[in-house]
């Protein structure tokens, strides 16, 4: 919380958005031991990774959860287009237009990497996520 800390009357400046980029919304982490996280790309890719892999970065600094080609990213092809945080005992909960489809631990773990990797395609259907969460 300190990094949020500040002596300008204004505010202060906590994450900085290229043109054209939009911010995902912050989802909460309950247990940095038992949490993992869930990112997709705007392509139909899906990570899984443990949020013990995050490094804790200062001042609002960046990292890449999910990668995605540099090129890609800079013409606006692709893009990370959801994420969340579940636990180990929840299933998630992923929506892409009409479809729908809630997964379970078993049908999750084909999806599970590293930071930074680049993840699985989902089925074609369930390629662009609108909405990804937890179900408990």
């Known amino acids: 919380m300190e990094d949020f800390i500040t002596k300008n009357k204004k505010g202060k400046g906590i994450v900085k958005v290229p043109i054209g ?4 919304p912050p989802v909460e982490v309950t247990n940095m031991e038992t949490d993992w996280v869930a990112m997709t790309s705007s392509d139909g890719h899906l990570l899984f990774h443990h949020v013990a892999e ?10 890449k959860i999910i990668n995605i080609a540099s090129a890609k990213l800079k013409s606006g092809e692709e893009f990370a287009s959801a994420m969340t945080v579940i636990n180990e005992n929840d299933n998630l909960y992923i929506r892409a237009g009409d479809a729908t489809k809630v997964m379970k631990a078993e049908d999750m773990e084909p999806f599970e990497g590293e930071r930074g990797q680049r993840g699985k395609k989902l089925p074609p259907r369930l390629r662009k996520v609108e909405v990804l969460r937890k179900e408990e």
């Open 21 to 24: 980029a939009k911010m995902l």
């Open 54 to 63: 995050l490094p804790q970065m200062p001042k609002g600094k960046g990292i």
